[in-house]
């Protein structure tokens, strides 16, 4: 789920994504592509490479900042991408979508594709 800056004072909240790993090798992030959108044109895009993030461990990456959104459910939208691989040979690739509800943030659709370091792959 992601994360907002619920902090009154801040005038231009943060939305964060944390990202957890929970095998148990480090995860080599190779890449992490965050995209806000608003009414379907893309407003921000952060890229993030290069991060390690241990086991058990969980890495919070920003978004974006915005001083507020449309307030029109559905009209907000972020997409991210994750592609990560282990040095044990594991790998994948995650992507997943948010949108703006009444109440906040809802997860929307996810697609995981995953290799684990025995050769047994997983599409979900």
């Known amino acids: 789920d992601l994360k907002i800056d619920d902090d009154p004072h801040i005038f231009t909240p943060s939305i964060w994504l944390p990202v957890k790993n929970v095998g148990k090798t480090p995860a080599f992030i190779a890449s992490i592509i965050c995209e806000y959108y608003l009414w379907d044109d893309l407003i921000t895009s952060e890229t993030y490479r290069n991060q390690i993030v ?11 900042s915005i001083k507020q959104t449309s307030g029109d459910p559905g009209a907000d939208r972020i997409s991210v991408a994750i592609t990560y691989s282990t040095h044990l040979k594991g790998s ?3 992507k997943h979508e948010f949108g703006r509800v009444a109440s906040g943030w809802e997860n929307l659709k996810s697609e ?5 370091s025995t050769g047994e792959k997983y599409p979900m």
Request: proline content about 11%; overall charge neutral; aromatic content about 10%.
């Open 54 to 64: 241990p086991p058990n461990d969980v890495l919070h990456f920003k978004i974006v």
């Open 112 to 116: 995981y594709t995953i290799a684990l």
């Open 92 to 94: 994948g690739i995650i």
